[in-house]
């Protein structure tokens, strides 16, 4: 058996749901451990529980290239609806089936063996390897990646460079790169009113009649016209609540939830002012509170992107396509002290979905992909 699904299978059968972790970074570090790393957990304890962080570093010199992911799963859902127990790692039809298996025990396997294998083989590396990896990525993100970037910035121990094992293929294997995400910025608005009688307008303020008209700006607003990377910033309304159940009650207040997902084109600030001289133009008496879920980021093509392209391209023969595309990643805290953040990883077709599977095919040329990029990076300069 191929010792990438070995591992792929051993991490699956460890039912980690966020943010348990189960057992497989202990695995990991015992399989890292035998290759000679340095491995150091780093576990936090935050509202959500205990949460599983670890550090393993081989050599210590620049550059530091690292590999960063996480242990943790979204939960199951119904059992029944699988065709086979998600923590029972199954292989059908050449397919790995499990909850895990593309999102992202597979790429945590593959860049595990690929940092075991080019240490074996003994070759004249300049630099240092290292892994990041938490359980706390799929739920809050609060107690994983982000605690262990505040420790690594403490003591000065910067990464020159990230790959995160994301499953970013999207219609083939090695077609996409991400080489950035959007920031996600969250409002919760309440528009104040004044409760009575609908039969009695004069009487009221009607806090969904107050909100429209400024609702229907802030929708028509054009925030930014994004650049070469990154399409426009967007606004989207995700809840609206008001109203006490009864038919002619006019209510007090009007909740109101949206999200921004942005771009480096806008900043929290410049969002934040317009939204607010937007809603006090309309005349609104109000209260809003603001959630940052990710600052955007962005690699540009430099040495990273050309490391991993290059290895992309010499094990599928297709030159991958950069993409910000999607939602948010823990490359959002690694970005904040690593200068090339990128994700890659295999297909995301089945991602949190009922019989989530990764193509068996697609391991081996993972973990290769994985050992080129690292060899790329860590390879000694000529003199």
Known sequence: MSEVLALAQALIARPSVTPADAGCLELIAHELAEAGFSCERLDSTGATGRVANLWARWGTSRPLVVFAGHTDVVPPGPLSAWTSDPFTPTVREGRLYGRGAADMKSSL?????????????????????????????????????????????????????????????????????????????????????????????????????????????????????????????????????????????????????????FSTASSVDSLKTRVEQILARHGLEFDLAWTLGGKPFLTRPGRLVEALSQAICAETGRLPELSTSGGTSDGRFIAEICPEVVEFGPLNASIHKVDECIDVATLEPLARIYEATFRNLLHTPKA
């Open 109 to 261: 396997a593959a860049a595990v063996i690929a940092a075991k294998r080019l240490l074996r083989r003994k070759e004249s590396l300049c630099g240092s390897l290292a892994f990041l990896l938490t359980s706390d990525e799929e739920g809050e993100a609060t107690d994983g990646t982000v605690k262990v970037v505040e420790t690594l910035r403490a003591r000065h121990e910067i990464p020159d460079y990230c790959v995160v094992g994301e499953p970013t293929s999207a219609v083939c294997f090695g077609d996409v790169i991400k080489n950035g995400r959007r920031g996600s910025l969250t409002g919760h608005l309440i528009v104040q009113g004044l409760q009575g009688h609908v039969a009695y307008p004069e009487k009221v303020r009607n806090p969904i009649h107050l909100a429209a008209p400024a609702l229907a700006e802030l929708i028509a607003t054009r925030w930014d016209e994004g650049n070469e990377f990154f399409p426009p910033t967007s606004f989207q309304i995700s809840n609206i609540h008001a109203g006490t159940g009864a038919t002619n009650v006019v209510p007090a207040r009007c909740e109101i939830s949206f999200n921004f997902r």
